[in-house]
């Protein structure tokens, strides 16, 4: 039989996804549906970082690369964890992983002992409690409220810590929330990592699309030795296929991770590491794709607006809206089926990221706005003629 460490990492059984899947299938039939339900970008990675791949794939790089990532993809990594955190960051302090998720089981595999206990804030991205499963760790999950734009409750999160708690892990901008963390509340947050001496895990993989300066609690006082931060290039630079993200943290934990690779992944793909280098120190694609979504979330919220059935929650960045639609439907499993049947839209009930969600919908802005807005409009119509 298998064994009981990755048995059961991620429960079978109800996850959320049937209207998205009922949804895909009707499409994949010929009917025509708006797909607002899965977060992928609906456009290609930058023609500049695709022409530094083949360019790489044809000048031979072919072959191994240093276990924690190239030494150019490294130095361009540390260069914009400076920028994202504000700290200034060495070579030495990140490690190029395939993608944010690796860079999130690194950061959990180096803090958390089997039997050990971790706080995940909530609504929370899916391979949370999987990745903390594949560790042995225990989780407490501590939900956020709609009604404070799901900022973290600073007293419910010190009242699950335990005396076997190692770590906390947050993510800002919030996937599926679109929250954006407060400088008040990440201090708070600072404070009880600083009081219980608990690692912070920080997933900022969202934070160029956070809509105003990003603010990282890596930069809080007596946080820096203390922050594991998460990032990716997959929404900042358009490349989720690319499996190309980094962990920033201090180095004796990072050198580490180096080890766990080793075992691993052996390092990344050469080319892949070549193109990513390139586009992190040119910022390829970085402002235009920030400026995409802006542009998308102001005119989905300029259509809903004046809606007083549906209530903006949370959404001030990521690739994310949620939708308080309590006044209209409680139940958002009922209303995403509903909304589905009458205007062929799919989006995601807000009862599958957790109870704090529930009563919301989620509407992913991965559309042209023209779609957004015609979605948008769809949804007015569709709350002002509920039942
Ligand atoms: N963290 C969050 C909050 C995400 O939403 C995602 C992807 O959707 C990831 C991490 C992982 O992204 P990747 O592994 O593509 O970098």
Not at 78 to 94: F, L, W, Y
Not at 149 to 161: N, R, T
Not at 211 to 220: C, D, Q, V
């Amino acid at each position: 039989s298998p064994s009981s460490r990755i048995s059961g990492i991620i429960p079978s059984g109800k996850d959320g996804w049937e209207v998205h899947m009922a949804a895909w299938a009707r499409r994949q039939a010929g009917e025509d549906i708006i797909m607002l339900s899965v977060g992928d970008h609906d456009f290609d990675t930058p023609s500049e970082t695709v022409e530094a791949c083949v360019r790489a794939v044809r000048g031979g790089h072919h072959h191994y690369t240093n276990l924690p990532g190239l030494p150019a993809l490294r130095s361009a990594m540390a260069k914009i964890s400076t920028r994202c955190t504000g700290v200034e960051t060495s070579e030495d302090e990140v490690i190029a992983t395939p993608g944010g998720q690796a860079a999130l089981y690194a950061a959990v595999q180096a803090t958390l002992d089997p039997g050990s206990h971790a706080i995940v804030v909530a609504p929370y991205y899916a391979t949370y409690p999987g990745t903390f499963r594949s560790a042995g760790a225990d989780f407490t999950v501590v939900e956020t409220r709609a009604e404070s734009g799901f900022q973290p409750d600073a007293a419910a999160i010190e009242a699950a810590v335990r005396p076997e708690t190692r770590a906390i892990l947050i993510n800002t901008p919030n996937n599926p929330t679109g929250a954006v963390y407060t400088r008040r509340s990440l201090e708070a947050l600072a404070e009880i990592c600083r009081k219980h001496d608990l690692w912070l895990l920080s997933d900022e993989v969202y934070w160029t699309l956070g809509g105003g300066e990003h603010l990282s609690p890596r930069a809080l006082p007596g946080m820096n030795e203390r922050t594991l931060v998460i990032n990716s290039m997959s929404k900042s630079h358009g490349m989720t296929g690319w499996r190309i993200g980094w962990l920033t943290g201090p180095s004796e934990l990072i050198r580490l991770t180096i080890d766990l690779n080793l075992v691993i992944t052996y390092g990344l793909t050469d080319f892949v590491s070549r193109a990513a280098a390139e586009a992190l120190e040119n910022d390829f694609g970085v402002a235009e794709i920030a400026a995409r979504y802006a542009a998308r979330r102001k005119a989905f919220l300029a259509e809903i607006e004046g809606s007083n059935q549906i209530t903006v929650r949370g959404s001030e960045g990521g690739m994310y809206i949620m939708l308080d639609v309590r006044d209209v439907e409680p139940d958002c499993e009922a209303f995403a089926w509903n909304f589905l049947d009458a205007e062929k839209i799919a989006v995601m009930p807000g009862s599958s990221f957790g109870d704090a969600a529930a009563g919301h919908i989620r509407i992913s802005l991965c559309q042209p706005e023209p779609v957004l807005a015609d979605a948008a409009a769809r949804l007015k119509r569709f709350v002002a003629n509920y039942r």
